[in-house]
């Protein structure tokens, strides 16, 4: 069975970093490229980051230089360490496939405010 597990949301300042986990089971995680993904109060869900098989990131104009995408195959795990958080990054994050989605998993609570 597909599940996709996020983690290591929360509260934070501006200016400061977090770095967010999602755990993949269920399809052959090491052969997909793999995208974070936001969705903000009132907003459609946008494509943040993403990373190819072989370990390749490609950004959004918002988030490059401020975010970076890696992956671990042998743990099934693909990371988003967020540096220089912005309040307008505030917003539910997710992970999924690239194309083909499996199921959402519940996301993890990103908020920056003073």
């Known amino acids: 069975q597909v599940h996709l597990v996020e983690s290591g949301g929360g509260l934070v300042q501006p200016g400061g970093s977090l770095r967010l986990s999602c755990a993949a089971s269920?399809?052959?995680?090491?052969?997909?490229?793999m995208g974070w993904y936001r969705q903000a109060p009132g907003k459609q869900r946008e494509l943040v980051a993403q990373?190819?098989?072989?370990?390749?990131?490609n950004y959004a104009d918002s988030v490059k230089g401020r975010f970076t995408i890696s992956r671990d195959n042998a743990k099934r795990t693909v990371y988003l360490q967020m540096n220089s958080l912005k309040p307008e990054d505030t917003a539910v994050y997710y992970c999924?496939?690239?194309?083909?989605?499996?199921?959402w998993g519940q996301g993890t609570q990103v908020t920056v405010s003073s």
């Open positions: 999924n496939k690239v194309s083909l989605y499996v199921a």
């Open positions: 269920g399809f052959t995680f090491s052969i997909y490229a």
């Open positions: 990373i190819s098989s072989g370990g390749i990131g």
